[in-house]
């Protein structure tokens, strides 16, 4: 079964959702790293269907991809994928978090859209998010908050400034 240009094996759906959950196991505004408490990184690892697999690669993989996607050159660790075949299509396995995380950077370069997964333009919040909009231009996870908050600090330090 062939799911956004890959092959849909026993194993997690590798779009967007996945990799941005994993790059949300840090949580920059709540002061808060999923990967630092193995029962947490576990609950994750079974809600997308991988095993946790080892947290320090797994924490090595999140950092470097979130660099990357902030617009960063980052030195992505090694990890080893496994190719699939059938129904006449190819696709990619992936066993643990970090293999899941890279395998769906993977597809989403392979289909141009890496670059619509961003952080936050708030800097007290930098969460991750799929950025859906037709010309791919959202900065913020919510325009309701973060948009909010930043409007609010540009608008009040142009007001100092005008004082």
């Not at 959950?21 to 790293?33: K, M, P, S």
């Not at 141009?112 to 998010?129: H, N, S």
């Not at 325009?143 to 608008?155: D, H, I, S």
Request: hydrophobic residues 35%.
């Amino acid at each position: 079964m062939s799911y956004n240009g890959y092959m849909r094996t026993n194993g997690p759906d590798l779009g967007p959702e996945l990799l941005v959950a994993f790059l949300n196991t840090l949580d920059v505004e709540e002061q808060r790293d999923d990967l630092d408490d193995p029962e947490a990184f576990a609950t994750w690892a079974r809600t997308h269907e991988v095993e946790p697999g080892d947290r320090d690669e797994a924490r090595r993989v999140r950092d470097a991809l979130r660099a990357v996607v902030d617009g960063e050159e980052a030195a992505l660790p090694a990890i080893a994928l496994s190719a699939t075949s059938g129904d006449g299509a190819v696709g990619l396995r992936a066993r643990t978090a970090a293999e899941a995380a890279v395998a769906s950077s993977v597809v989403l370069s392979i289909q141009g859209k890496l670059g619509r997964v961003k952080l936050c333009g708030g800097e007290d919040c930098r969460w991750a998010f799929y950025d859906a909009s037709r010309n791919g231009s959202r900065q913020w996870c919510s325009m309701e908050v973060c948009g909010n908050r930043q409007k609010a600090r540009t608008y009040r330090a142009k007001d100092r400034a005008d004082s």
